[in-house]
Structure formats: C-alpha cells, structure tokens
C-alpha cells in the first residue's frame, strides 16, 4: 500500500485532483466527424465529453465533493465518503469506456445537434480523451481503495497527542493541588506572648 495515502490530507488531495481531472477530460472534443447539409457539402462535428458521456462530468463533480467531505469527515462518514468516491470513479471509467466501445451513437447525437442531420459522410474519429477519462477513472476508484486502507491509523495519532495532554495535565493538576509549606505554629506565639516573649525575636 502506498504509504502516503495513510494521510488524510494527503487521500483528500489526490481525490480533487483526480476529480479535477476527469472533469477537464470531459471538456474537450471526444468524437469528430462531417455531414452534408442542403447548404454545405461538407459540416465538421465536434462532440465534446460532457455531451457524449454527460455522466463523466458529474462524476468528477461527486469526486470532488467527495474529497472536500473526507477532509472533515468523522470515523463513520470518511467510509462513506470513499465509497461514493470509489463508486464515482468507476461512473466515469465506464461512462468513457461506452464510448470507446461505440462512438457512433454519440456522433449521431452530436450532428442531430449541430447541422439538424443524422446522416455521417466520414468514419467517427476518436480522440484520446476518452482514454484519459478511464485512466483517471480507474485512478480515483484506486485511491480510494488505498485511502480506505490506510484510514484507521488517521485517528491513532490525535488520539496518542490526546493521551499526552490528558496526562501531562494530570500532573499538572497534582502539582497544584500541593499546599505551601506549613508556617510556624500559632499556638506556640501565643503561648510565647503570654509569657511577655516576642517570639519575632527568635525568626
């Protein structure tokens, strides 16, 4: 297991910025092609991530929050918070991979939108932002599993600084609650002032 993600701080960094990622994956154009319209012979067709596979930008989005909940998260939500990052991740490897498997349905959709035509006149061209949507996918459900395992030991360490303080102000305590040394008997200055003795003379 890879040490650093014993550290919350560390889990909850690696998970925004693999959520940050993915999102800027599905940003770009995914899939190219051209119809021909009753004007134009030849209409490119770009269709961007969030328009092919709109589950990935959510899903990055649910990273995200995900991560942003494990930084504050108690023993019991941080396992939930990375089994919703985990399920996440997943969301957006197999959302891209869809469209690895068949562009088409995509490409279709996208020139539906820009030229109000269904009809392809050149092959679907893939671009490799698909391929990095499932890499950083696979990546955020990976280190959440890694997080999950390293997550019992984020509390052993507040917890051994809670015990040195408990006990150092124990001792504390005790060294206040010790009295100032005793002073001279006051039964003994009045005995000596019955006899006509300053007992002051004898300090």
């Known amino acids: 297991m890879t040490p650093g993600l014993r550290s919350r701080s560390r889990a909850v960094w690696v998970l925004v910025a693999l959520g940050v990622a993915a999102l800027g994956a599905a940003v770009p154009t995914w899939v190219r092609t051209t ?10 067709v770009e269709v961007a991530g969030t328009t092919a596979a709109p589950a990935v930008g959510a899903g990055a989005l649910v990273v995200v929050a995900a991560g942003l909940v494990l930084a504050i998260a108690g023993r019991v939500a941080r396992w939930l918070a990375l089994a919703v990052a985990a399920l996440a991740g997943l969301l957006v490897a197999g959302s891209a991979a869809v469209v690895l498997v068949d562009p088409l349905p995509a490409a279709t959709a996208g020139a539906a939108d820009a030229a109000g035509v269904t009809e392809l006149t050149t092959p679907v061209v893939v671009t490799p932002w698909p391929w990095t949507a499932v ?7 990976a280190a959440a599993v ?7 030991a984020w509390g052993a360490t507040s917890g051994r600084h809670e015990r040195a303080g408990a006990g150092a102000g124990t001792d504390g305590g005790a060294h ?3 009295g100032p040394p005793a002073g001279p008997d006051a039964h003994d200055d009045w005995d000596a002032l019955s006899r006509g003795t300053d007992p002051s003379a004898d300090r």
Request: no cysteine.
């Open 35 to 44: 119809v021909a319209t009753a004007l134009e012979p030849r209409v490119a």
């Open 135 to 141: 890499v950083v996918g696979v990546l955020v459900a």
């Open 146 to 152: 890694l997080a999950a395992a390293g997550a019992p």
């Open 176 to 178: 206040a609650d010790a």
